[in-house]
């Protein structure tokens, strides 16, 4: 493939855009080469600026459950943009959508929308530090809940006490009410709260990681960190940015029939446009401004063109009473297709998945937390990278991404798929 026309934009873009690309996981960093830039897409394909094809395993980083340029969200949009695009103003629109993620998501009774999964994050942890009155927040390394200061923490064995910033610009006072703990150890996090009592305002959780690859909850995490919130007064927040919507109607929640006291939105809520949301019962969603004392606010929130396609998507995923099985088997399809050639040609791997998440890690340690994550082999993931992008499929540019899959593919793409994974391992 040639990639001409995306090398001499790229160039032009470093020269006006920090590295080129306004988000820095679309670079190639870690990967090697030049950002592939995008076209147009249309249900599982997207199309490069040099009229290459892929099969698009990023979908934007989620929100394309559904395929690109899906109809309905598509047609909404157009509709609401003739009438105006935006009046800092409310409109029925927002009732509308809050309605049906009320009506779909379990234990929530008010809902309030931002325009990214970042900001639902953080409005979350100030609600729920303004509603225990406490400060500190408890998260797990290899969590992302997007790029506001208090998640910015690097692990470490100093996390018991004190975090450590990883980002230049997040102040050592922020970072020190952030406290770090292992993903599926419970232990770590009942310590940390020994060693912090009744200073605990939230545990943030991605209930499936999908930031480290994709890491399935072990079999009581989830239902243990619900226990030690309860008992010790800290509000269990459900980070489903990228569950939400995806997994099942109702998120993880749903999924594995635990309960958060705030779930935040993100990605697919928006159906493609800039979005988030958090929600929670109404007692501690009654203590946002407005209302309460808890100050929030957006000059773009609930954005109507924005609103427009986040209801036509969940419109879509609320009727069609089979999307997540299909999600589901489509994926599982993949995954034992992804087995049988990897196994056949001698590769050390393996595949974690839940649902329509799924990642391939090159190592044979199983991938249970960020620590496990870490180990995969980074140089056979580059030669996987650009061998998959060379046969015309697209995965993320990081071994530490979950595969995006869509409702759009096909049995023949994902036959494609993994005649071109056989294809590429085998050069191993
Ligand atoms: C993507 C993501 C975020 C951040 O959302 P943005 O819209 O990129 O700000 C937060 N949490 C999780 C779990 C995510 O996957």
């Known amino acids: 493939m040639l990639y001409q026309r995306s090398s001499q934009l790229f160039i032009e873009a470093e020269q006006v855009i920090p590295g080129g690309v ?23 394909y997207v199309y490069d600026e040099d009229g290459n094809r892929f099969v698009d395993y990023i979908n934007s980083w989620g929100p394309m459950v559904l395929g690109h340029a899906f109809a309905p969200v598509v047609d909404a949009v157009i509709e609401k943009a003739k009438l105006g695009t935006s009046f800092g103003m409310p409109t029925e629109l927002e009732t509308q959508i809050a309605a049906l993620a009320v009506s779909m998501v379990p234990g929530i009774d008010k809902i309030r ?22 400060d ?8 992302y809940h997007g790029h506001s200061d208090s998640f910015l923490i690097q692990a470490g064995s100093g996390a018991v006490t004190f975090g450590a910033p990883n980002s230049p610009g997040v102040t050592v ?43 399935p909850p072990m079999n009581g995490f989830l239902e243990g960190l619900r226990k030690l919130c309860t008992e010790n007064e800290i509000l269990l927040i459900f980070d489903e940015v990228m569950t939400g919507f995806r997994l099942a109607k109702g998120g993880v929640q749903e999924l594995y029939k635990v309960t958060a006291d705030i779930v935040c939105f993100g990605k697919v809520i928006g159906g493609g446009l800039p979005v988030g949301a958090f929600a929670a019962r109404a007692e501690i969603m009654n203590q946002l401004a407005p209302l309460g004392p808890v100050y929030q606010a957006g000059t773009l929130s609930g954005n109507p063109l924005a609103m427009a396609a986040g209801l036509a998507m969940l419109k879509a995923l609320n009727e069609d009473e089979n999307v997540f099985k299909r999600l589901e088997e489509k994926t599982a399809y993949l995954e034992a297709g992804i087995h049988k050639v990897l196994q056949n040609n001698n590769v050390v791997y393996i595949i974690n998945r839940v649902g329509s998440m799924i990642s391939v890690h090159f190592d044979a340690t199983p991938v249970v937390d960020f620590k496990t994550a870490a ?26 991404e979950t595969w995006f ?17 056989d294809k590429v391992s085998k050069t191993f």
């Open 173 to 215: 006072g922020t970072a020190k009410d952030t406290l770090l703990a292992s993903y599926n150890d419970l232990d770590n996090v009942k310590a940390l709260i020994e060693v912090n009592k009744n200073e605990i305002a939230a545990i943030i959780v991605e209930p499936v990681a999908g930031n480290m690859g994709c890491v």
């Open 405 to 421: 899959i869509t409702d759009a593919l096909t049995y023949e793409d994902l036959d494609f798929t993994i005649n071109a994974i």
């Open 22 to 44: 306004n988000s820095p996981v679309r670079a190639f960093k870690a990967v090697g080469g030049t950002p592939i830039f995008a076209k147009s897409a249309k249900g599982a």
């Open 375 to 400: 180990k995969g082999d980074n140089a056979t993931f580059r030669r996987f990278f650009h061998g998959l992008l060379a046969e015309g499929i697209y995965i993320a540019p990081s071994a530490y």
């Open 136 to 143: 500190k927040i408890i998260k797990f390394a290899g969590c």
């Open 113 to 134: 929308f931002v325009n990214s999964g970042t900001e639902a994050c953080m409005s979350a942890i100030r609600l729920a530090r303004g509603f225990t009155k406490k």
